[in-house]
């Protein structure tokens, strides 16, 4: 609970930063990054499913990644399985390896909980993240829709699956 107010500054700066585009009602937008809040943080870290991490940078917060043990992904509904719910850096945090070292936090924790896989979504139209998560071994397993009313044309989004090895 004590980092709900950092996350309640980094949360909507990271969104911002790397869905902004998707967004031309002020309002609707408004309401996403309320998601991101403090309080909407406080509330999502205090379930017992909810796992999370922090990157720093000399003692900043500067990313986070937030995974819900149980998950069935959206596709084949598959039990036993981490969905990697959040996972955003600010700009000048990303290219250096914090992703990848949240993301291994969050594989070791999958292991020790005996989750058989992790999973996640992204929209379609973040082509930097996608390689990315493809890079990490995430390979694609269908498509969704975001759930809010975003810009016509940026709805979609891809939802990938790894196994986690017991290794």
């Known amino acids: 609970m004590a980092d709900a107010?950092?996350?309640g500054v980094i949360g909507p700066a990271?969104?911002?930063a790397s869905y902004g585009y998707l967004w031309d009602d002020p309002l609707a937008f408004?309401?996403?990054l309320h998601t991101f809040s403090a309080d909407a943080f406080r509330d999502f870290i205090s379930r017992e499913s909810t796992r999370l991490w922090i990157a720093e940078m000399v003692g900043r917060p500067v990313g986070f990644l937030a995974m819900v043990?149980?998950?069935p992904e959206?596709?084949?509904?598959e039990g036993n399985g981490g969905?990697?719910?959040r996972i955003y850096l600010l700009p000048g945090a990303q290219g250096c390896g914090l992703g990848r070292m949240l993301l291994e936090a969050a594989e070791s924790e999958a292991r020790k909980e005996h989750l058989k896989y992790a999973w996640l979504d992204v929209m379609a139209s973040a082509s930097t993240a996608i390689e990315t998560y493809r890079r990490w071994g995430f390979v694609e397993i269908g498509t969704k829709l975001f759930a809010r009313s975003?810009?016509?044309g940026f709805?979609?989004?891809?939802?990938f699956w790894k196994a986690i090895s017991t290794s």
């Open 69 to 71: 043990t149980g998950s």
């Open 5 to 7: 107010p950092a996350l």
């Open 150 to 152: 975003v810009r016509k």
């Open 83 to 85: 969905e990697i719910a």
């Open 74 to 77: 959206p596709i084949t509904f």
């Open 14 to 16: 990271t969104y911002a």
């Open 30 to 32: 408004s309401e996403q």
């Open 155 to 159: 709805h979609d989004m891809v939802v």
